[in-house]
């Protein structure tokens, strides 16, 4: 029994070693975006806000690839920003890991019958691969999946997305702000992603199951292709043909980012993560399995 649980032991061990974290390849094309002056745009006027009034559940998700990391003291690179933030930080005490990973920084405006509120968080991630990521909110209470693992904050008194926000551009921007927008003014600098998306899909419902207790991870497997449905509230693929520089959105709302100073879809350049490898996921439900 000692030996069977020390070989497995050193078969977990030297399957994590050896193992890529995640696997994963793009499905079609993707958003490049130079870090320099790109970024797409869905104008405020035009469009509104994505989530409407009294929305009290919701999903966001993505799937990125970092090329680099902010290149200033503080702030973050934007990845999309309206009602819901998403960013690249450099590795600070907010993410108190090995100081080569990036941050994946995230804010939400939620309010309350007596007022609004911005909940954001932080979570180490890896530059130069494919990361998935996820916003959950659901029962005033707000959850975050990255990559293969789920996690659960506690509930906050905030019960819907704000669909009032005055200090920040309405427009929703993908990848960098309008040359107007940064940096803000008393704010720490805040530049362009410099990166590739495969898909951002924005839910009126909360697509995962959190785990029942806060604060600890449980294993995840990320869908790997977004599809429309009743609940898409948006949802870019990016797969125009390559230098397509307007991009449709599935869901039923049809609203059309436009990609501004160069800001295009292309094939992917990122080296895709060996395919045939097996997820961390796949390691842990072994894991479990067995100790039945
Ligand atoms: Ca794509
Ligand atoms: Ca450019």
């Not at 399957?15 to 958003?31: A, D, W």
């Not at 990125?64 to 003291?73: I, M, Q, R, T, V």
């Not at 520089?245 to 980012?257: A, C, G, M």
């Not at 800001?263 to 399995?289: E, M, Y």
Request: contains cysteine; negative net charge; aromatic residues 14%.
């Amino acid at each position: 029994m000692v030996t069977n649980l020390k070989s497995l032991l050193i078969t977990v061990l030297s399957l994590s070693l050896v193992m890529p974290v995640f696997s994963f390849q793009p499905s079609g094309r993707v958003l490049s975006l130079d870090g320099i002056d790109d970024y797409a745009v869905l104008s405020f006027e035009e469009y509104g806000y994505l989530f409407p009034k009294d929305t009290r559940e919701f999903t966001v998700e993505m799937w990125f690839y970092p090329k680099s990391g902010p290149n200033h003291g503080g702030g973050s690179d934007i990845i999309l920003s309206q009602q819901v933030y998403f960013g690249v930080a450099l590795n600070h005490l907010e993410c108190r890991d090995d100081v080569s990973k990036l941050c994946w920084h995230t804010q939400a405006y939620l309010d309350s019958e007596d007022g609004h509120g911005i909940v954001f968080f932080y979570v180490p991630m890896e530059i130069n691969r494919w990361n998935y990521v996820a916003i959950i909110f659901k029962d005033r209470t707000l959850g975050r999946a990255y990559n293969n693992r789920i996690y659960k904050f506690g509930q906050t008194v905030l019960d819907r997305v704000s669909a009032e926000i005055d200090e920040r551009p309405k427009d929703f921007f993908v990848g960098g702000y309008a040359q107007a927008f940064f940096p803000f003014r008393g704010a720490p600098p805040t530049t362009g992603f410099h990166g590739e998306i495969d898909a951002i899909r924005f839910s009126r419902i909360a697509r995962y199951d959190l785990p029942k207790i806060p604060g600890i991870e449980e294993p995840f497997d990320p869908p790997h292709r977004f599809a429309s449905d009743r609940d898409t509230v948006a949802l870019w693929n990016f797969d125009e043909p390559e230098g397509a520089t307007r991009f449709q959105d599935e869901s039923k709302n049809k609203r059309i980012l436009i990609g501004m100073n160069g800001t295009s879809v292309s094939r992917t350049r990122a080296l895709a993560v060996n395919p045939d490898s097996t997820s961390l996921t796949t390691i842990w439900g072994r894991i479990k399995l067995r100790s039945r």
